[in-house]
């Protein structure tokens, strides 16, 4: 009942930039925390970035000083500014939604994901 779309994936050269954006919707009353994590191929999907509904943020270290997430809470969209992009950063991202949906419980919403590729 709840859809969760990415976008902004796309192939960039080291030091360049990158936004991705990530829009909720469906039976929706409220989103509380929201986040984008990662998988590279043969690795494990790890976290990149999480913000909370009232705009507090967590970050990797990997990301830490390059990455900014934000929201807007009118739109229930999260976005990833990728500032400084290296190799490193390629993987397959993707947006997670904690919403609490018309029966007041939270359920986990996952995007398809995006394909990210820095090129060196």
């Known amino acids: 009942q709840v859809q969760v779309v990415e976008s902004g994936g796309d192939l960039v050269q080291a030091g360049g930039s990158l936004r991705l954006s990530c829009a909720a919707s469906?039976?929706?009353?409220?989103?509380?925390?929201m986040g984008w994590y990662r998988q590279a191929p043969g690795k494990q999907r790890e976290l990149v970035a999480t913000?909370?509904?009232?705009?507090?943020?967590n970050y990797a270290d990997s990301a830490k000083g390059r990455f900014t997430i934000s929201r807007d809470n009118a739109k229930n969209t999260v976005y990833l500014q990728m500032n400084s992009l290296k190799p490193e950063d390629t993987a397959v991202y993707y947006c997670?939604?904690?919403?609490?949906?018309?029966?007041?419980?939270?359920?986990?919403?996952w995007g398809q994901g995006t394909q990210v590729t820095v090129s060196s």
């Open positions: 997670h939604a904690g919403a609490v949906t018309w029966d007041l419980r939270e359920y986990d919403y």
């Open positions: 469906g039976s929706i009353i409220r989103i509380n925390d």
């Open positions: 913000i909370t509904s009232r705009g507090s943020t």
